[in-house]
């Protein structure tokens, strides 16, 4: 389990990013983190694994404080927690296989993995992930030749190959068409129902967050303005959330056709 008690920052310019937020994620919840811009999604995950320093309050993952953690220790704990990006932050001229390894530079060490020294349990690892994701075929091609979807689940897979307890991903969809980004969240939801893992979802897209998460926290200008259900999202509470919108237009119920099948998942790609 995940849990905030009271978690606020506040930057030297005296701005507020984070207001007193408490949250608690029990094991296996995929919860999605909406709201405009600047509402301190980003700050809210970055301060969970402390690479933005809170300002006051505790953060816990199941038995351990993070946020009382001295660098070396802390640098311990963030193997438990996975973080997948916008950006992909993927090694260029490495290959698909060493950037899925990249995930175990916690475990082996600089040296050993400079030196592409990886235990045989890690790359039979890396090959395993790969296949879940439909790209085993591609782990000698370097990241630069993949496409945008291709690159994020390359990016999910160096996330779960440290064994993490918790899943951070920070705006998994932004830089992916609307085919593409489904994928990528029904991949990633699957993979955490699989493995029994909490993640956060920093998300702009409301729908997918309906479509996939479990559970919606809105915040706006560093506060929690909405913690509940996907079907919860009613015109109203989107106002809250975000202002004023004829939200009655520009969200709509999702069928079960809308979402793709696992086939067309691991065969298809923007």
């Not at 779960?160 to 593409?180: G, H, M, N, R």
């Not at 200008?221 to 079907?231: A, R």
């Not at 106002?239 to 099948?261: A, C, F, M, S």
Request: aromatic share 6%; with cysteine.
């Amino acid at each position: 389990m995940l849990r905030l008690d009271s978690l606020s920052k506040q930057y030297k310019t005296g701005d507020l990013a984070l207001t007193n937020i408490s949250l608690e994620i029990p094991n296996g919840q995929v919860m999605a983190l909406i709201g405009p811009s600047g509402a301190g999604k980003s700050t809210l995950i970055r301060c969970i694994n402390r690479l933005v320093e809170p300002t006051s309050g505790a953060v816990y993952l199941n038995d351990l404080e993070l946020s009382s953690l001295n660098q070396s220790n802390l640098r311990k704990a963030r193997r438990r927690m996975g973080m997948i990006f916008q950006e992909y932050a993927l090694v260029e001229r490495l290959t698909v296989m060493e950037n899925v390894l990249s995930g175990r530079l916690w475990y082996v060490g600089f040296w050993r993995s400079y030196f592409r020294k990886f235990p045989q349990s890690d790359i039979d690892e890396a090959f395993r992930l790969l296949e879940r994701v439909g790209l085993d075929h591609m782990c000698d091609k370097r990241a630069d030749e993949l496409s945008g979807g291709q690159r994020q689940r390359v990016g999910i897979c160096r996330a779960l190959i440290q064994d993490p307890e918790l899943l951070l991903v920070d705006e998994p969809t932004a830089s992916l068409d609307p085919k593409t980004s489904r994928q990528i969240m029904r991949l990633i939801c699957e993979l955490c129902a699989e493995r029994k893992l909490s993640a956060i979802i920093n998300i702009h897209d409301v729908m997918l967050a309906q479509m996939f998460a479990q559970r919606i926290v809105g915040l706006q200008l560093g506060e929690i303005v909405y913690d509940g259900p996907p079907n919860g999202m009613t015109p109203a509470v989107l106002t809250q959330i975000y202002g004023e919108e004829d939200w009655e237009k520009t969200i709509e119920n999702v069928d079960d056709d809308d979402v793709l099948d696992d086939e067309e998942i691991l065969t298809n790609d923007a």
